[in-house]
């Protein structure tokens, strides 16, 4: 088995994942922070098992799962959809998110011909905003006070990265990794 590993979300990682989900850590980043049921977590496995338009992967780090990334609103015929993601694990070491961000792009770009990967980001999610960035994503949009949190509303930014630009970027995320120690194929 590779060092670093992406496997289809299976019933069997469904606690692990509602945990990550319904932290403080991980509700503050996405667009709703209620926590999510049981019942919730369930109806969002069979939705998301039952279609095509859905690709969720647990991601591992030495057989160890750290991190959940997920591609939706995959449309076959325009040939893009979204994606989101989060480093479950509070320990996972420096760089997990480049490898992952890498491992799910590669794959997303070349089993699904995809042309185009669509993120969006609170604007005041520095982290996100900065990953999308190094990974080669470009701002398409910027919807302002979008989300509403309490009782602010705050902006969405919209990124995009086309297929082309990946292959043209990703060797440069390669050398960034490497520079960590982190070598990928």
Not at 92 to 106: Q, R
Not at 116 to 141: D, P, R, T, W, Y
Not at 164 to 179: G, I, P, Q, T
Request: glycine share 6%.
């Amino acid at each position: 088995m590779s060092k670093y590993n992406l496997e289809p979300v299976r019933q069997e990682h469904l606690e692990m994942i509602l945990k990550w989900r319904n932290s403080e850590r991980i509700r503050k980043s996405m667009f709703s922070e209620n926590k999510i049921s049981l019942d919730e977590h369930q109806e969002w496995f069979k939705k998301i098992s039952a279609s095509d338009q859905y690709a969720y992967f647990i991601f591992s780090m030495k057989e160890r799962p750290i991190g959940l990334i997920g591609f939706s609103d995959i449309h076959k015929h325009h040939s893009h959809c979204y994606w989101g993601f989060y480093i479950g694990e509070e320990d996972a070491p420096s760089g997990a998110g480049t490898v992952m961000g890498y491992l799910a792009l590669n794959h997303m770009f070349e089993q699904f011909d995809l042309v185009k990967i669509c993120g969006e980001v609170l604007l005041n999610n520095q982290a996100s905003l900065h990953f999308h960035q190094k990974l080669g994503f470009i701002q398409e949009g910027h919807f302002k006070k979008h989300i509403r949190k309490g009782d602010t509303y705050i902006d969405v930014v919209r990124y995009a990265l086309f297929k082309e630009s990946w292959y043209e970027v990703r060797e440069h995320v390669k050398n960034h990794l490497r520079e960590k120690g982190i070598e990928m194929t």
